[in-house]
């Protein structure tokens, strides 16, 4: 694969080869020195068109553990409107010689215009309700290190769906390795079809049985569209530990980050040895280091 | 004096000849030949009646980095076009009669197609006030429209209905209703959830024309004269069959449909690119069908290009950003020779008429069939194929959709009244 946008036209083998690379990654951030010289010389540049420091700083680790030298760029898309476009602020970084970009935009399909105006390797940071695939690949990476394997489990996801870039790359890539994926949500926030995905607006029908549940964030603005009310929601689709009795014994709870603690979950949950969310975060910079490794140097024929 | 010889005669009348057509004094003067300066050899070749494209943005006043009259009217005489209805959704908007004077004027003094500038329906598209239809009719506005946006009042729809009808002028509608369609970039469904970008449903277009129809048998019932609804780039099945069903009622509704509807679905969205950003959003083959048999039956009544020339750099902002619109002067006629008549047997005859006749009739104008006396508005189409290249586009709008699509159907010759406005002959 020349670049990640998303999983489309993904194998099974070529995503278990980038999970492999980041089991090799996990060891070296155990050493107390924590770099290998894989990417000395190449240059990887952030350009974030949307604001998030998170995702921003675990891609910057991930480039630097591997001596890769980094750039980032930010701006707002608004700011953009007026001034440079996203292609002259691109084609501006290529002439300094950039080898791979991390892009994040507000926008669906922002990596996927980039991939056709520069030269380097495009990551998708995230674009819009499109694609978020590092975060997919280190919820996978984080269930599989809990699970064993994914073959016949059962993982919900809950909440905003619609307007989830995380919902959809999960349901992209959790059945290539054999889990059965179910998302819940209000129907006001939930698309009409999700290719490898069960819909429901119940959401103790997600929950019966399953493995791992992923809770989304409830972003504000939702409910300032009118399209959901606050209590509402609260009421059926909070995950409690009282709702989760349905889930099978030890089930796995899961959430993107940044979370509203006792909206869209109950606020203890994310403490539980249930959680795994800090151990996404922790994660995330290995698997990402597996993929900028992999589209740099580890090309496969 | 000008000759063409042997060549196949195509209007809404059907195909005829070969004919000899001698053109003088702005006229067909004969079809069986005559003494000529200028002789020019039509075989092979196919001799139309001059299209007319109900709906072009021009863009001018104001936004004259995305198109002007020159560069949208040799546009449009490159595509075969004699006569052009530009929308009024310019900076400021065309709603004076001043405004519609100022503009058929530069445009007399261009010699290019024939420029008939519509005015909006509300004064400065705000959907509050009326404007002066009587005035801006006897300007020479077309038809009144507020295309760019949406007619959310009814009420003031009405009271256009009713103003325009005194004057016999159409009123001219784009059919979705806002609030449903919200910030949607593409056709809702499945595809537009799995892209994850926002919806404009279907139904928001069918919601629309069903209010719209009863808001014009609403002012078909108050009028003493007929009002004239016109809906603009039909793009749904659903919609067409509320057409459908008005017509058959024998409500005064006429109704457009695009190239971009007739040749282009959602899938093209695939690619990200927004090029393919559109209001009405491009649909899906259902729909396609369904519009093709509106158009062979008549609930369709013209072709219109809904061109929409955007600069190069507002059409690689991101989806949610760029502006909505595509631009087809240039290439509308071959697309739809090529698409509809070639590869699936639309009948030439009717394909002909719907950039003719159709239009022109929603006018209130003259049909033009080529015999003897009639107006010498004409185009001369060559069968053979070659690639779309926008690079050689006269539009300002230097790209397309249909880039590198291989077409037959070019214009090689445009006439406006005897004169010739485009020659691309060897």
Redesign the interface.
Known sequence: MRHLLDFQGWTRGQVENILDTARVMAEVLERPVKKVPALQGFTVATVFFEPSTRTRISFELAARRMSADVVSFATQ?SS??KGE???DTLLTLEAMGIDAYIIR??????P??AARWVKGVVVNGG?????HPTQALLDTYTLLEALGTLEGRKIAIVGDI?HS?VA?SNVELLPLLGAEVWVAGPPTLL?????GARLTPHLDEALAEADAVMVLRLQKERMEAGLIHLQDYIAHYQVTEERLSKAKPHALLLHPGPMNRDIELEGTLADSERSLVNRQVHNGVAVRMAVLYHLLVGREG | MLLIKNVTLVDALGERGPADVLIGEGRILSLSGGEAERILDGKGLLLAPGFLDLHAHLREPGQEVKEDLASGLLAAVRGGYADVVSMPNTTPPVDTPEAVRALRKKAQALGLARLHPAAALTQGQEGKALTEAGLLKEAGAPLLTDDGRTNEDAGILAAGLLQASAFGLPVAVHAEDASLRRGGVMNDGPLADFLGLPGNPREAEAARIARDLEVLRYAVRRSPKRPHLHIQHLSTKRGLELVREAKRAGLPVTAEATPHHLTLTEEALRSFDPLFKVAPPLRTQEDIEALLEGLLEGTLDAIATDHAPHTQAEKEMDLLRAPFGIPSLEVAFPLLYTELHLKRGFPLKRLVELFTDGPRNILGLKPIHLEEGAEASLVLLDPKERPVEPRNFASKARFSPWAGWVLGGWPVLTLVEGRVVYQALE
């Open positions: 898309a953009l409107q476009s996203y292609k935009a507000d926008s669906a399909g922002v996927h215009q674009d819009g309700r499109r694609a619609l870039r959809r698309p009409q079809s999700l290719p």
